[in-house]
């Protein structure tokens, strides 16, 4: 299993980002998809989850400005970042869990100057 994320960079304030995170060696369709993040200093959170057939979830901090979706024809799952925040800045990681074991991708840095 591998998860490649993508997308990450310096943003200002009330800018947008999007992430990528393209999945292979799984059954994508079938696969719940979810984006952590680890702020500075913080625990790592969850922040967007969705599942095989589409619905979604959301961190309440989030909620209305991230958007999760994904692609099954190109095996990948995205989140649209919008009216981004200073605390929006962390390292995002893209998750699945399969057979019990946790799989992540290699992280993609967010940076929000206010």
């Known amino acids: 299993v591998q998860l490649q994320a993508s997308g990450g960079g310096l943003v200002q304030a009330g800018g947008s980002l999007r992430l990528s995170c393209a999945a292979s060696?799984?059954?994508?369709?079938?696969?719940?998809m979810r984006w952590y993040r680890q702020g500075p200093g913080n625990q790592r959170e969850l922040v967007a989850a969705?599942?095989?057939?589409?619905?979604?979830n959301y961190a309440d901090s989030v909620k209305g400005r991230f958007t999760i979706f994904r692609d099954n024809a190109k095996n990948t799952v995205y989140l649209q970042m919008s009216s981004l925040k200073s605390e929006d800045t962390a390292v995002y990681y893209c998750?699945?869990?399969?057979?019990?074991?946790?799989?992540w991708g290699q992280g993609t840095q967010v940076t929000v100057s206010s």
């Open positions: 998750n699945t869990k399969i057979g019990g074991l946790d799989y």
């Open positions: 969705i599942t095989s057939g589409g619905s979604t």
């Open positions: 060696g799984i059954i994508f369709s079938i696969a719940a």
